[in-house]
């Protein structure tokens, strides 16, 4: 198994803002975790998300030495994608796709058909600069706005994203909302028929339905998990009450339970998660 641990996710709607060095301190030592990637900041508007503000400062501080953890940066615009661009230390940049039309304003002030432009515009920049492009499918299992939402609509972007030059599609349940049912049918029907995309699961959850979320992903051939420590966080642009990222230890209980090679240190998982304990109180 595959996990992005998701230190963005988890204190972009977090006040007060959290001093950049006690960012910067808790990143390194995710870093020493050795997860397979980390979105660990975001280059967008500091108006929009305070808490992120200082995501330049701290790339160019972030401690890589002797790892092999991928860096991935969230962008919603072209010159959050031109910002992160310019770091060599960041190999990912990850957009929000949201295929309900109301998160797509909320969140990025445009709608699915201008996104769909931008992706254009930011997978151009993402080839230029040899970096990988990540696409979340944000209210992939539907949405609270009462937007139309059938998993025959997450098929039909995927496809046309894909064609775009986007590798790997995060399917993410932006506000806890998936069904187990949707969930299994969705991997199972994008997994066999793109052979060439990875799909992971960017779930967040109730503390009573993280288990039947990542085995239906599980068994539908998912191998790719987002999660965050202490299961913090959410997406603010949402909706006022934040739903918790997937926890990152439920994810390694889960991978050990299926007898998962595990590449993660759990000493340093567990410093990491003393240190994130710390920093939210
Ligand atoms: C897209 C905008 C900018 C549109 O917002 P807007 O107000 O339409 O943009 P604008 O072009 O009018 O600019 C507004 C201000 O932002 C500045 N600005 C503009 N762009 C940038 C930039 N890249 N970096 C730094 N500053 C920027 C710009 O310079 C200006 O500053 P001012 O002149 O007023 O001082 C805004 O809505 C925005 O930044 N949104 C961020 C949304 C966000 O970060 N959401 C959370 C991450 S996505 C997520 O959590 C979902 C995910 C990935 O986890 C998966 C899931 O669960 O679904």
Known sequence: ??????????????????PSEIKLEYLNQLIRVGFDTIDFGSFVSPKAIPQMQDTAWITERLDLSGSNTNLL??????????????????GYLGYPFSISETFQLRNTQATIAESFERVKRIADLCAKHKKELVIYIS???????????????VMEWVEKLSKLGANTFSLADTVGVAQVHDIGWLFTALIPHYPELE?????????????????????????????????????????????????TERLVDFAKEQKELLCLDANELQKARTMFQQIVG
């Open 199 to 247: 799909f992971g699961a960017h779930f967040h959850t109730q503390p009573d339905d993280w288990r039947i979320k990542i085995q239906a992903a599980y068994d539908a051939g998912c191998r790719r998990f987002d999660g965050a420590l202490l299961g913090y966080g959410g997406c603010p642009m949402a909706q006022d009450d934040l739903v918790g990222n997937m926890p």
């Open 1 to 18: 198994m595959k996990f992005i641990e998701c230190p963005r996710d988890a204190w972009q709607g977090f006040h007060p803002f959290i």
């Open 73 to 90: 940066a969230i962008v919603v615009n072209e010159r959050g994608a031109a910002d992160a661009c310019a770091f060599e230390q960041i």
């Open 139 to 153: 209210m992939g299992f539907g949405n609270p706005y009462g937007d139309v939402w059938a998993p025959e609509i």
